[in-house]
């Protein structure tokens, strides 16, 4: 926990300092909205998907926030495993870091699930350390959009311990004694 938080103090990253944070909240204040679209307006919610896409498609630091401010809804929920945010503005700012941060990135699709209340996006992150490493990590965005197709609910779920673990030595080793005894 320790390395996680020097982690996240590196990067300029608050939490919500609670696993569910405001997370709940979110997802119930979300519901009627994403069924809507879901169901009225499946061409915005297809057009709001591609959007998001494009944008982790081209995770530049020079244009990630503007792009950003065209996928989110300017109250949006945000929740990445590692900070909770809400705002399009606040959302576009911590991605924009993020991309600062990235010496390389590669997001890989690998499925697109729809239910009546949103979209489920199955992924394989593949970032370059700044040491070289190549680190992959498997993952699901859960969205919900809004009938005019911007995202009003974003969490991801996401391999964090493995990912941490190929970036600081230490970590892996502990989290490697930690599975042998499980």
Excluded: N
Excluded at 30 to 37: L, M, V, Y
Excluded at 45 to 63: C, I, K, M, Q, Y
Aim: proline share 3%; glycine share 8%.
């Amino acid at each position: 926990v320790v390395v996680v938080m020097m982690v996240l103090a590196m990067i300029g990253c608050r939490s919500s300092g609670d696993l569910r944070g405001d997370g709940p909240r979110a997802l119930e204040a979300t519901e009627d909205e994403a069924r809507r679209a879901m169901a009225q307006a499946p061409e915005a919610v297809d057009e709001g998907l591609g959007r998001f896409l494009e944008l982790f498609d081209t995770f530049e630091a020079a244009s990630v926030a503007e792009a950003a401010l065209r996928v989110y809804a300017d109250d949006a929920y945000f929740h990445d495993g590692f900070v909770e945010l809400e705002g399009a503005g606040a959302i576009a700012d911590y991605l924009a870091r993020s991309a600062e941060h990235a010496t390389s990135l590669e997001i890989e699709i690998e499925e697109i699930v729809r239910s009546d209340s949103g979209v489920y996006v199955r992924w394989m992150m593949l970032f370059t350390t700044s040491g070289g490493k190549e680190v992959h990590a498997p993952g699901i965005s859960h969205l919900r959009f809004s009938p005019d197709g911007h995202i009003v609910y974003h969490r991801d779920y996401w391999d964090a311990s493995g990912a941490l673990a190929s970036m600081v030595p230490v970590v892996g080793s502990v989290l490697e004694a930690v599975r042998k005894r499980l």
